[in-house]
Nanobody, 128 residues
Framework: EVQLVESGGGLVQAGGSLRLSCAAS????????IGWFRQAPGKEREAVSC????????FDSHSVKGRFTISSDNAKNTVYLQMNGLKSEDTAVYFC?????????????????????WGQGTQVTVSS
């Protein structure tokens, strides 16, 4: 059973940084792609960044490219999202999700994809 636990959210001023963690268990980490998504009040869930654990290939959405960096520590079964240059529009609940993807290359990275499990989310609030 895919289990994911996010942590690291909080309140930060605009321009600041946070690092989110997604601890995974219950599946073979290297055979999955993991993505970060976010959902602001009244808005649809959107993809932020995704990574293929087999080879580390990443995909970033246009809105965070150059500010956010996704990475994985396969020894710890954990995926991180380093968020720099935070803006008020980054305020949202951030979720991680995992999909079986035992190949190399660009990971699937959209909210409608058939992910095998989702975490409970962690709140990120950016004050302006």
């Amino acid at each position: 059973e895919v289990q994911l636990v996010e942590s690291g959210g909080g309140l930060v001023q605009a321009g600041g940084s946070l690092r989110l963690s997604c601890a995974a268990s219950g599946f073979t980490f290297d055979d999955y792609a993991i993505g970060w998504f976010r959902q602001a009040p009244g808005k649809e869930r959107e993809a932020v960044s995704c990574i293929t654990n087999r080879d580390g290939t990443t995909f970033d959405s246009h809105s965070v490219k150059g500010r956010f960096t996704i990475s994985s520590d396969n020894a710890k079964n954990t995926v991180y999202l380093q968020m720099n240059g935070l803006k008020s529009e980054d305020t949202a609940v951030y979720f991680c999700a995992a999909a079986r993807y035992p190949i190399r290359g660009t990971p699937p990275c959209y909210a409608g994809y058939r992910y095998d499990g989702w975490g409970q989310g962690t709140q990120v609030t950016v004050s302006s």
